[in-house]
């Protein structure tokens, strides 16, 4: 059945319960053999797992980067059930959050601390290793030694704790784009990601935030972070109203939409010396937009990407959830049974509340 969930009978009773994509457009809950496990590796038992749009694409349509049969989900919050012999740094019963460090910890890139922009990337969670939409799963060897996976805090829930990797890679957006105080900022989307940039403005001092959008839902969902004004894309003139808020341009913008019109509209709106950040990443065969270079260069204009998460952004989310800095119950729209995992891919179609958290 094409895009539906669907349910196999248990094998054995050392399987485990699963969603497994085999080909796109067909994910099925079924019983799985348990992972398999070295001695530098720990088995966690999944209590939380959230759904990222990039689960959506990969189910729905596809990903180059993904390698069918495959389990997806990255956003992972459990408890270590099992640890290998040589595992030092974790004990069976720490609660952990699993993020997807996809670098091999050995080229120029990973000794410098960039894991994201690795050279010779290992296999990421969810993509080309199983992921956590799952009863239980097994980090890859390079992900526990590169510092991705981290204990939660005590008055962290797991819930909770599953936005960390999401939220950790809006921090690492916030660290190439540099929000100052008494900067003005603008933000394109009001999905999960949208809303944790605007928190995370507020937090580095930013004197305005404005969020643009064209979901209704989004538009009134995120009026309780209260930005300094929302913009309706689908009823406003993004460029003019900006322009009427802030006639220099403004300092940083975030395209956390996947949009060229919003990335090219970023570059146009921005103020001399300020930062745009693409957030939010393109399709492959359509990733091509036009810019002004004579702004760039005259503007002296900084332009950064953000790809992924690194150890020490995912330790910075945890710290800010267990502070209520970033207060989770304000993200967690929905709590949902993975043998409900349907309903949860249909809600984030429907672009409807903001984060969906799976519970195995």
């Known amino acids: 059945m094409q895009g539906n969930v669907q349910f196999a009978g248990r094998q054995s009773l050392l ?40 689960d959506l694409r990969i189910f729905r349509h596809g990903d180059h980067r993904a390698k069918y049969p495959i389990v997806i989900g990255h956003e992972i919050a459990g408890v270590i059930e099992d640890v290998g012999t040589k595992v030092t740094d974790f004990d069976v019963g720490d609660r952990v959050c699993v993020a997807p460090g996809h670098g091999c910890g050995e080229c120029d890139y990973c000794l410098k601390g960039h894991y994201n922009v690795c050279t010779a990337p290992c296999p990421s969670i969810g993509f080309a290793s199983n992921g956590g939409l799952a009863e239980y799963m097994v980090p890859p060897v390079n992900v526990i030694k590169n510092g991705f996976v981290n204990k939660i805090p005590p008055n962290v829930s797991f819930e909770a704790a599953a936005l960390a990797e999401p939220l950790a890679c809006c921090i690492n957006g916030h660290r190439n784009a540099e929000v100052k105080m008494g900067d003005t900022v603008l933000i394109y989307g009001a999905g999960a990601i949208g809303c944790f940039h605007v928190v995370l403005s507020k937090l580095m001092g930013a004197k305005r935030v404005f969020v643009v959008d064209d979901v209704p839902e989004r ?114 729209s929905h709590v949902i049974p993975l043998d409900e995992l349907e309903k949860g891919f249909s809600l984030i179609e429907q672009k409807r509340g903001l984060k969906v958290i799976i519970t195995p």
């Open 219 to 332: 538009l009134e969902g995120v009026k309780q972070f209260h930005p300094d004004r929302i913009i309706d894309y689908g009823a406003e003139n993004t460029v003019e109203v900006v322009k009427s808020m802030a006639p220099l341009g403004v300092d940083v913008v975030f395209t956390c939409a996947p949009s060229r019109t919003a990335q090219e509209e970023a570059l146009m709106l921005v103020a001399p010396r300020g930062r745009v950040n693409l957030f939010g990443g393109l399709a492959k065969d359509n990733s091509q937009i036009t810019i002004d270079a004579n702004k760039v260069h005259y503007d002296e204009i900084f332009i950064s990407g953000t790809s992924s998460s690194l150890p020490e952004t995912n330790r910075e989310a945890l710290k800010l959830l267990a502070e209520q800095k970033i207060v989770a119950d304000d993200f967690i």
């Open 15 to 54: 399987a485990m319960k699963a969603a497994v994509i085999r080909n796109p457009g067909v994910i099925q809950v079924e019983d799985i053999p348990l992972p398999d496990m070295n001695e530098e590796q720990i088995l966690v038992k999944v209590h939380a797992c959230g759904i990222c749009g990039t």
